[in-house]
């Protein structure tokens, strides 16, 4: 029995141990799913699976269960929905509900699951959420212990998922004005334009922020938004990244951004959510090397022989980064992950780096 059996076996013992309520913590590419597939091959009643994309829904998880030879529990006893339609199930159809990605719960989702008191509940995640609201509904309300945590570090030294590399590749915005800014003169009322530089533009963005605050204002939604989204759409970013895709030409990579535009601007082969599966289905099949995505493929797709993840932009988001290295950790003979992450010094790029990454500083190397 190998260490992963071990502990998957664990945590089925102890969700039996807690009335059937618990959540499994842990690292991507160390076999949640299995626990549930054997849980159903145990029970043989009607669960209720929920997932957060319709690929899920519609062919990964049937893949799993096609991959450890249970199609037959996944056809007779098996419903699967995505969150968006949870609060519209009838409860009353099933015994267990596997609730995977459980990040996803709202008050709202899961307000009739709450008030369901008999029902099984198997909830499912690498990462915690940090909202202590979600925290809430699952520990409070849900009544789910934690019945096993594995973090991605202690899943890599019990090597049950591939070592990993994290490259974080520090980069200057640019200081060529090139960027053209038009406006309308507030005293004559005349069209002007001229040109600031992305340093430029950044420093206008994150002073206005930071006088609201020095003003006791609290900065809305938008303005965040605003300094997120342009360092999502930077073009050094996007020139520096083909670069890197020259020299890994022969490697099957992964590369993540926060916009499609600047996903668009990297390379052809992209897949996101205004794309059909053509490219995604040839970097499947290993007829191309690279493929772009937004958020297509964050979570719960398992795609075999990747070697590198390109993490062109990411946010303040712990998860979604924890996610996009998951993809990349599967293990296999003599692979090594390799994570390359771009981030622009002094800025609020670095902030997140630092904040998400703190615990992994031993396995990260930076290049200037």
Avoid at 8 to 27: D, I, M, P, S, T
Avoid at 339 to 355: G, M, P, Q, R, Y
Avoid at 361 to 367: A, E, Q
């Amino acid at each position: 029995m190998t260490v992963q059996d071990k502990i998957q076996n664990e945590v089925e013992v102890q969700f039996y141990k807690n009335n059937c309520r618990g959540l499994a913590l842990l690292a991507t590419g160390s076999g949640k799913s299995k626990i549930f597939i054997n849980i159903l091959n145990k029970e043989r009643k009607r669960w209720l699976l929920v997932v957060p994309t319709q690929k899920l829904r519609d062919r990964n998880w049937k893949e799993e269960f096609d991959k450890w030879n249970s199609l037959e529990v996944y056809n007779k006893y098996l419903t699967i929905c995505c969150y968006k339609s949870l609060c519209k199930e009838n409860l009353s159809s099933y015994d267990g509900v596997c609730l995977d990605e459980v990040h996803h719960i709202t008050e709202n989702n899961v307000k009739h699951l709450t008030l369901n008191k008999t029902i099984k509940i198997l909830a499912l995640t690498a990462t915690l959420p940090r909202d202590l609201n979600k925290q809430n509904i699952l520990f409070n309300k849900l009544k789910c212990k934690i019945l096993f945590n594995l973090p991605l570090k202690e899943a890599i030294r019990l090597k049950i998922v591939a070592p990993l590399n994290i490259y974080i590749h520090n980069l200057n915005l640019s200081t060529e004005k090139n960027i053209l800014v038009s406006y309308k003169d507030k005293v004559t009322g005349e069209n002007k334009t001229f040109y600031q530089s992305e340093q430029d533009k950044y420093n206008y963005i994150n002073s206005r922020l930071s006088k609201m605050l020095s003003e006791g204002k609290i900065p809305g939604k938008f303005d965040y938004l605003n300094r997120a989204r342009f360092l999502f759409e930077s073009e050094t970013k996007v020139k520096y990244a083909r670069k890197l895709l020259e020299r890994f030409h022969e490697k099957k990579v992964l590369v993540f951004s926060q916009s499609i535009p600047q996903i668009e601007n990297i390379l052809k082969e992209v897949f996101h959510s205004k794309t059909n599966d053509k490219y995604y289905n040839l970097f499947v099949k290993n007829k191309i090397y690279h493929l772009g995505v937004v958020e297509s493929l964050n979570e719960g797709e398992n795609i075999d022989n990747l070697d590198i993840g390109l993490i062109v932009q990411f946010n303040s988001n712990e998860l979604a980064l924890m996610q996009r290295i998951g993809r990349i950790i599967r293990k296999r003979k003599d692979h090594i992950a390799d994570i390359h992450i771009l981030v622009f010094k002094n800025t609020i790029d670095e902030v997140w780096a630092n904040d998400i990454l703190a615990e992994y500083k031993d396995l990260i190397t930076y290049i200037n």
